[in-house]
């Protein structure tokens, strides 16, 4: 069976620890899009881990992770984070691949980033990795693969800064190397989970264009950068938060109301411990957003999906989520495409009650409390899909699961 795990929001809805948590059944894990930008806090061990390229499934001593093609690996990131799992005691050896497809971030695809957003009227505020343009030399054409460090010809055309800087990784990188098609072809019969990184809206076609990263976060872009067909994928879970965040520029319709709403930020930004794992920035917060969410569902075929930070709520008297957009004199239920639209548009919020009451000791979905059922299944109804996995803390133990993923 091949399932994805996408984000379902702007990223860093907690995909990490879930796809850490479901990485238990499955051989294969393949990460599919974007490079370093990612940031995915796993705790495990009582140890946490801070991982950007490597996909979360690393931790299960027997699994194989693999950076699929639709991946662009920054080899110092990539060095540096194999490293630190080695020194902090976490065999990586023979268990890393990366499809010969990927391409390469050079050093000075960084440098052109950071100076090309902060050129920018209105910066995207890139995490300054060099995604966007070492994407756009792949669109170009000029990109270079992992396949490419073995074509002669190739190489002798590069600039001497950038054969230089590949020189001393070039043997390690192909040691990693696989035909990741081939590889799949061969093992028909492994489960294989697909994680996705950054979230649905920021998928260069779906997401807030331009306030987007470059990659293919989508769940179509599993299929693509995980070099399978459409049809190969079974299932898709979409994990969001029980509320929202974004980092960087771009709109974000139910933002609390940075006047008013104050606290209630503040509360949320350090109870979720929102703040970035790449940059550290803190987090943008808002309400959930239920018209971005349904969009997310409809647009990438999302199955079922999975609720994290869901106690962060736990000690207030009234959530409110986001289930329509004013815009001007215009009430708007589904998620346009115009970023003024979007930047214009005012959240019209519907309240629940809060329950009061710790999640971290609910074994089962039955214990939770009524009211946190009831946020739950207007969730589900709202969007037509259902909520099989709910993560009431950080910890492996404190994920409860209504519905196994690894089921049709
Ligand atoms: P880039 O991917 O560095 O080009 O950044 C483009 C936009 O995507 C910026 O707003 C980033 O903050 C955002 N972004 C990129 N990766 C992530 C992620 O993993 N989580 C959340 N936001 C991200």
């Known amino acids: 069976m091949k399932v994805v795990v996408i984000g379902a929001q702007w990223g860093d809805e907690?995909?990490?620890?879930?796809v850490d948590y479901l990485?238990?059944?499955?051989?294969?894990?393949?990460?599919?899009?974007?490079?370093?930008?990612?940031?995915?806090?796993?705790?495990?061990?009582?140890?946490?881990?801070?991982?950007?390229?490597?996909?979360?499934?690393?931790?299960?001593?027997?699994?194989?992770?693999?950076?699929?093609?639709?991946?662009?690996?920054?080899?110092?990131?990539?060095?540096?984070?194999?490293?630190?799992?080695?020194?902090?005691?976490?065999?990586?050896t023979g268990r890393v691949f990366i499809s010969d497809r990927a391409h390469i971030v050079l050093p000075r695809y960084i440098q052109i980033d950071k100076d090309r957003d902060a050129a920018r009227k209105k910066p995207i505020g890139t995490t300054g990795r060099g995604i966007g343009i070492t994407y756009s030399m792949k669109s170009d054409?000029?990109?270079?693969?992992?396949?490419?460090?073995?074509?002669?010809?190739k190489m002798d055309e590069l600039e001497k800064g950038d054969r230089e800087f590949?020189?001393?990784?070039?043997?390690?990188?192909?040691?990693?190397?696989?035909?990741?098609?081939?590889?799949?072809?061969h093992r028909k019969n492994s489960q294989v989970l697909f994680e996705g990184a950054q979230?649905?809206?920021?998928?260069?076609?779906?997401?807030?264009?331009?306030?987007?990263?470059?990659?293919?976060?989508?769940?179509?872009?599993?299929?693509?950068?995980?070099?399978?067909?459409?049809?190969?994928?079974?299932?898709?879970?979409?994990?969001f938060k029980a509320y929202s965040t974004r980092v960087g520029n771009g709109p974000l319709p139910s933002e609390f109301d940075p006047g008013s709403e104050d606290e209630l930020c503040r509360f949320v930004r350090d109870t979720?411990?929102?703040?970035?794992?790449?940059?550290?920035?803190?987090?943008?917060?808002?309400?959930?957003?239920?018209?971005?969410?349904?969009?997310?569902?409809?647009?990438?075929?999302?199955?079922?999906?999975?609720?994290?930070?869901l106690d962060v709520y736990d000690t207030l008297d009234e959530i409110k989520a986001c289930v329509s957009y004013r815009?001007?004199?215009?009430?708007?239920?589904?998620?346009?495409?115009?970023?003024?639209?979007?930047?214009?548009?005012?959240?019209?919020?519907?309240?629940?009650?809060?329950w009061k009451k710790s999640l971290a000791s609910a074994l089962t979905y039955e214990e939770f409390p009524e009211a946190a059922m009831e946020y739950i299944e207007f969730i589900e109804r709202f969007c037509e899909t259902p909520i099989d996995i709910v993560s009431v803390g950080y910890d492996r133990k404190a994920t409860i699961i209504r519905k196994s993923p690894w089921t049709r």
């Open 272 to 309: 979720g411990r929102e703040y970035g794992v790449t940059t550290g920035r803190p987090r943008r917060c808002g309400y959930l957003d239920l018209v971005s969410l349904r969009y997310a569902c409809l647009t990438n075929s999302i199955d079922s999906l999975v609720m994290t930070h």
């Open 23 to 92: 990485a238990n059944e499955a051989q294969i894990i393949v990460r599919y899009a974007g490079g370093a930008n990612a940031g995915h806090t796993i705790v495990t061990g009582g140890e946490e881990y801070a991982l950007h390229l490597i996909p979360s499934g690393i931790f299960y001593p027997d699994k194989i992770v693999i950076l699929g093609a639709g991946m662009v690996i920054d080899p110092v990131a990539l060095f540096s984070e194999l490293k630190m799992l080695q020194d902090r005691g976490i065999d990586t």
């Open 199 to 239: 979230g649905a809206l920021l998928d260069l076609d779906l997401g807030t264009y331009p306030y987007v990263s470059s990659g293919m976060s989508c769940a179509a872009g599993a299929a693509v950068g995980g070099c399978v067909g459409p049809r190969a994928i079974d299932k898709v879970l979409g994990v």
């Open 166 to 185: 590949l020189a001393p990784y070039i043997d390690r990188l192909l040691s990693m190397s696989i035909d990741l098609s081939l590889y799949l072809v």
């Open 327 to 354: 815009i001007g004199d215009r009430i708007v239920e589904n998620f346009p495409a115009s970023i003024a639209d979007l930047n214009a548009a005012k959240p019209v919020l519907r309240s629940f009650p809060g």
């Open 141 to 153: 054409r000029d990109g270079i693969r992992m396949a490419d460090l073995t074509w002669r010809e």
């Open 14 to 18: 907690g995909k990490g620890q879930i």
